[in-house]
T-cell receptor, first 114, second 115 residues
Framework: QKEVEQDPGPLSVPEGAIVSLNCTYS??????FMWYRQYSRKGPELLMY????GNKEDGRFTAQVDKSSKYISLFIRDSQPSDSATYLC??????????????FGQGTILTVHP | NAGVTQTPKFRVLKTGQSMTLLCAQD?????MYWYRQDPGMGLRLIHY???????AKGEVPDGYNVSRLKKQNFLLGLESAAPSQTSVYFC??????????????FGQGTRLTVV
């Protein structure tokens, strides 16, 4: 079993819909939780960054972390065609010896159609 | 800002050939990483470096070697390419600040096909 599980989709929604993306994980030592967005044939770009539990909002994007359930979510409100991309959850443990190494989910392919 | 630059962007190799992928970052980051991305697998860590002259193995290191002779450069070598190494390779860099891990910045990727 992978340390981080993410439904690969694909997920197709109409413009304006609310999108919910999720990941589960098994390593209770994870403390940093990230969502990366990856456009076709490009490198991943950081979208949201959360430390420990809680919610974080940035414009149309909200990231939630529930450490008790080992579950993280990304919500996209008023989705736009420009949101069409692969969304990758990523996690890392805390501490100086973690050196920022990331463990990724498989990625969810999202298409927002006009 | 160039950020993280990977060279080359595309390459086709024959089985048994060797090659080196170059990663350069201009952000003065201490940490650098090589990941590979395969369909349905997400990104997996191959090797990483925590500073000039240091390297360490990641999750899938077999068949690869790395070197970090200069802080800004991180090289990934394939000594004898195999079809199983067909993948998209991403280099990334980051640093630790004030006791916190910072975000990783990624390059644009190198698409490698081994035939």
């Amino acid at each position: 079993q992978k340390e981080v599980e993410q439904d690969p989709g694909p997920l197709s929604v109409p413009e304006g819909a609310i999108v919910s993306l999720n990941c589960t994980y098994s390593n209770s030592a994870f403390q940093y939780f990230m969502w990366y967005r990856q456009y076709s044939r490009k490198g991943p770009e950081l979208l949201m960054y959360t430390y420990s539990s809680g919610n974080k909002e940035d414009g149309r994007f909200t990231a939630q972390v529930d450490k008790s359930s080992k579950y993280i979510s990304l919500f996209i409100r008023d989705s736009q065609p420009s949101d069409s991309a692969t969304y990758l959850c990523a996690m890392s443990v805390d501490g100086g010896t973690s050196y920022g190494k990331l463990t990724f989910g498989q990625g969810t392919i999202l298409t927002v159609h006009p | 800002n160039a950020g993280v630059t990977q060279t080359p962007k595309f390459r086709v190799l024959k089985t048994g050939q060797s090659m080196t992928l170059l990663c350069a970052q201009d952000m003065n980051h201490e940490y650098m990483y090589w990941y590979r991305q395969d369909p349905g697998m997400g990104l997996r860590l191959i090797h990483y470096s925590v500073g000039e002259g240091t390297t360490a193995k990641g999750e899938v290191p077999d068949g690869y070697n790395v070197s970090r002779l200069k802080k800004q450069n991180f090289l990934l070598g394939l000594e004898s390419a195999a079809p199983s190494q067909t993948s998209v390779y991403f280099c990334a860099s980051s640093y630790r600040s004030g006791g916190w891990n910072t975000e990783a910045f990624f390059g644009q990727g190198t698409r490698l096909t081994v035939v």
